[in-house]
């Protein structure tokens, strides 16, 4: 542990902490889905473990394999003055309750002239690495963000995976909580958990003149490692981490293109049709007389994530991909 406190924290460890601080703080925070009471070892990465211990079977529920079953339970629950966090394994199973999330959880509050609220918080687990082929492994954040009534989140770190998932949970409104698999694992120094983290609210993680990198969620780390790099030949890159999709933080993201004049939009998600789209319509109808250069997008290939793990490699973009299009920007 470092002097000022900080220690080596994992994302997994940030979401256990943020639940369990969460339950202890409201009795009426319940967590259900597949698997994530201690019989059945908290969860199909542990994400969950020692709370049903912790806090009972009552709160801490394990359900059936039904996507439906469980965000029809927790929307219920939620207008009857619970705050339930439903975990669906995989994002891509999400797809099988789409008409709970998109139709009901999303609309009620609008369909009930405000009386009636939804306070549930969906996590979900997706992301290339692990090789688990093409209905393991989407960002389909996008479906999602077009949605209006969703909030929508994708932290990078311990310490914004701890805050903004406090955060959700307090929230009235129903949000989506978007973590990566393959870094579940990955340790970083981070400070003891206990602040939340504003939903709608960017971070500047590196500061630059040249050339602004907005992203979120694992990719940004392949962002903050080209940014280090380009740095070594005299390019200075500034990166912006989104951290909420929805509703994302134009005030921040304009002010940092403003400033440098380039941008480049990078996610794991497919290119086409994604988060992308919008910011660099966003940036080139507010600052089209500022652009030293056209926004440029960066995302996955149009195509299933491959099961190859060569070809899922190829999929997403890295490092040396960003690094490659940040000096055609700055050097053409």
């Known amino acids: 542990m470092s002097a000022d406190g900080a220690t080596r924290r994992s994302n997994l460890q940030a979401i256990n ?36 211990t912790r806090f009972g079977e009552n ?12 965000i029809g339970a927790a929307i219920g ?13 995989l994002m891509n199973f999400t797809t099988i309750a ?6 009901h959880a999303a609309k009620l509050r609008f369909m009930s002239g405000g009386k009636s609220n939804v306070p ?32 929508v989140v994708a932290p990078s770190n311990p310490a914004d995976y701890y805050g903004l998932l ?43 003149e040249d050339l602004t990198i907005v992203s979120y969620s694992r990719i940004l780390t392949e962002a903050i490692a080209a940014a280090t790099a380009l740095g070594a030949e005299g390019i200075s890159v500034e990166v912006v981490d989104l951290r909420t999709i929805s509703p994302w933080d134009r005030t921040t993201v304009l002010a940092s293109v403003a400033k440098t004049g380039r941008a480049i939009i990078l996610h794991e998600a497919v290119k086409q049709f994604g988060v992308g789209s919008e ?28 099961f190859s793990k060569p070809l899922e490699d190829a999929y997403a973009p890295r490092r040396a991909d960003i ?10």
């Open 17 to 52: 902490r943020a639940l369990a601080d969460a339950m202890h703080a409201d009795p009426k925070v319940i967590v259900l889905g597949e698997d994530v009471a201690d019989p059945e070892e908290g969860g199909v990465v542990g994400a969950t473990r020692g709370l049903s």
């Open 59 to 70: 709160r801490v529920r394990s359900t059936p394999i039904s996507e439906q079953a469980i």
């Open 77 to 89: 629950a939620s207008l009857v003055g619970y705050r339930p966090v439903a975990e669906i394994m």
């Open 98 to 103: 789409m008409d709970m999330i998109v139709n």
């Open 120 to 151: 549930i918080t969906i996590r979900m687990m997706t992301g290339t690495g692990f090789a688990s082929g093409g209905q393991h492994s989407d960002y389909l954040e996008a479906w999602f963000a077009h949605t209006p009534g969703l909030k």
């Open 166 to 208: 406090r955060s959700c949970i307090d929230d009235d409104d129903p949000c989506l909580f978007i973590e990566n698999g393959p870094t579940y694992w990955n340790t970083v120094e981070a400070p003891r958990f206990g602040e939340a983290v504003p939903l709608g609210k960017a971070s500047v993680v590196c500061e630059g």
């Open 279 to 306: 910011i660099a319509a966003v940036l080139q109808e507010e600052l089209f007389g500022v652009l030293k250069r056209p926004v440029k997008r960066l995302g996955g290939a149009f195509s299933p994530v491959p």
């Open 323 to 332: 690094e490659r299009l940040v000096r055609s920007m700055i050097k053409a």
